[in-house]
């Protein structure tokens, strides 16, 4: 068995993880991520693994609330509690750029 992942496999998992790796980083994980890798394969090795199992291994039938119409918030009582806003909406700022 190999002892660790070759240098394009760990800047695949870096690029796929939108990380910048050092030499010295990519010379680590070539060998971390390897040793994850190889105690997740050991899941193939347990004795009687059925997938039925994964799916769901107990009989509990979780029950979610039940939606419930309530009394609407006052709009103009709302936004006195709101840093920025622009008419009716609620300003916030952006989390989502355009960087890839």
Known sequence: MEEKLTKE??????KLAR???????????????????????????????????LIAPWDNNTETRKDLVGEMLDAKEVLKNVPHHSGNFIEVPAVITEEA
């Open 9 to 14: 496999e760990v800047l695949h998992v870096a």
């Open 19 to 53: 990380i910048k790796l050092t030499d010295e980083e990519i010379e680590k994980y070539q060998v971390e991520l390897k040793k994850l890798l190889n105690e997740v394969e050991k899941i193939n090795e347990v004795k009687g693994y059925d997938e039925d199992i």
